[in-house]
């Protein structure tokens, strides 16, 4: 479709564009058509390089948290250089940097990326569709207390909250605190009640 | 050459820039608290235009009041946003009752 306002007027595409025909998902057909046609790439390719950009997910942010809480140790070097102390773990990482933020009773930390989608996908894998959307990277900075509420957290005023806005170089990943219950569950078990919500900071309580 | 330090009291300049700048509109002319430096990094207003060998610049985690931030009545006093600013991007400010605290 041809072009015939000003780009700064829109962004570049983002999950909004949902009319099913995607303007640089075009452009990539007819890409990947001619390359494969030249023999400079096969299918099984492409696919291979979304399968390993799929793999990770959840369970490595939630195989960090729990080592975090049944090891003080790991959980000091974790909040230190939170990028050496994943890869401890053999999770290889391919963000710069990752800055692991602790909640406490006395305080939240919410995650949001208000420029585009950035988060920290060598450990959760990819944002969900909210994340990327624009009422959520708006709103988040400008009322995050109505949009907790809209995940079902209402967050005390007593509890200071702090908005982590992943605009430039660093990754963030929130570290719950653990669940009352911590000593009496398995390391399996803890990973097991970590969603993808409680690392991003929509969610709070661990039960 | 890092210029602050971690509770440097700093304003975020309006550049007027155009092109991949990562500094929201949002936080520009804002007073905050440096938090953190993050290092050096290269500069994605070069990187976005393919200038790989650009001047790496410094990266500071700042703290602002979200009190400041926003008009709206009811956000708790103690409420905090943590953005990274560039450094070129900050100019060193006066200590105010409206910066968080360290």
New interface residues.
């Given amino acids: 479709m041809p072009h015939d306002h000003d780009h700064s007027e829109h962004e570049a595409l983002v999950i909004e564009d949902a009319a099913g025909n995607i303007e640089a998902q075009i452009i990539v057909d007819a890409l990947q058509e001619v390359l494969i046609g030249k023999g400079l790439l096969t299918a099984f390719e492409v696919t291979s390089a979304i399968a390993k950009l799929e793999s990770p997910g959840i369970h490595l942010g939630a195989q960090v948290v729990a080592k975090a809480w049944t090891d003080p140790d790991y959980r000091a070097r974790l909040l230190s250089d939170g990028r050496a102390a994943i890869q401890e773990l053999d999770i290889p990482v391919t963000e710069a940097r990752i800055i692991v933020v602790e909640n406490t009773p006395q305080l939240h930390n919410l995650i949001t990326c208000t420029l585009c989608s950035c988060y920290p996908r060598s450990i959760l894998g990819q944002p969900p569709s909210w994340y990327i959307s624009k009422a959520y990277r708006a709103r988040s900075v400008r009322e995050p207390r109505h949009v907790l509420a809209e995940f079902g957290l209402d967050l005390s005023e007593d509890i200071q909250l702090v908005v982590h806005d992943s605009n430039a170089d660093m990754r963030y990943l929130v570290l719950p605190e653990p669940p009352a219950d911590l000593e009496r569950l398995t390391l399996n078990a803890l990973e097991a009640l970590i969603s993808r919500d409680h690392l991003i900071g929509v969610a709070r309580e661990v039960v | 050459m890092k210029r602050f330090s971690a509770g440097d009291i700093v304003q975020v300049l309006a550049l007027g820039k155009?092109g991949h700048v990562?500094?929201?509109h949002?936080?520009r002319n804002q007073i905050g608290r440096v938090t953190a430096y993050?290092?050096t990094?290269l500069n994605?207003e070069d990187l976005a235009v393919g200038n790989t060998a650009g001047r790496a610049v410094d990266?500071y985690?700042v703290?602002f009041a979200?009190t400041q931030?926003?008009p709206?009545e009811g956000?708790?006093h103690?409420?905090?946003?943590?953005?990274?600013?560039?450094d070129h991007w900050l100019a060193p400010a006066k200590e105010t009752p409206n910066a968080p605290r360290s």
């Fill in positions: 155009t990562r500094i929201p949002y936080i993050c290092g990094y994605p990266l985690r703290a979200q931030l926003w709206d956000i708790p103690h409420d905090t946003l943590v953005i990274e600013i560039y």
